[in-house]
């Protein structure tokens, strides 16, 4: 079995990559939904750059002035420090306040 390697920075190779968004002109609409996508993208020790995932999230805003959004994501992707992984199919929430 091979040592994988580990993401740059991390104290184990068990660390995440990071999630970041697609923005477009077209991610909400008047009712205060959102929607659009998102990727992983890892940062190795041995300076490789892979983008691991991709998916999706949704949400709606609320609150006075559009200060809250609520939503879930969900990613889907391989783990490329283990040969022979199966994929992966991951489902996470989130709410965000804008003080």
Not at 34 to 57: L, P
């Amino acid at each position: 079995m091979r040592t994988p390697p580990a993401l740059k920075g991390a104290q184990t190779s068990a660390s995440l990559p990071d999630i970041l968004s697609v923005r477009s002109p077209d991610d909400m609409d008047l009712d205060g939904e959102i929607s659009g996508r998102v990727f992983e993208s890892a940062d190795f020790d041995n300076g490789d750059t892979v983008r691991t995932g991709q998916g999706t999230y949704h949400g709606i805003m609320s609150g006075a002035g559009a200060g809250e959004i609520a939503g879930m994501l969900v990613i889907t992707g391989d783990d490329p420090r283990l040969d022979g992984t199966p994929s992966y199919h991951e489902t996470g929430g989130f709410i965000a306040h804008r003080p």
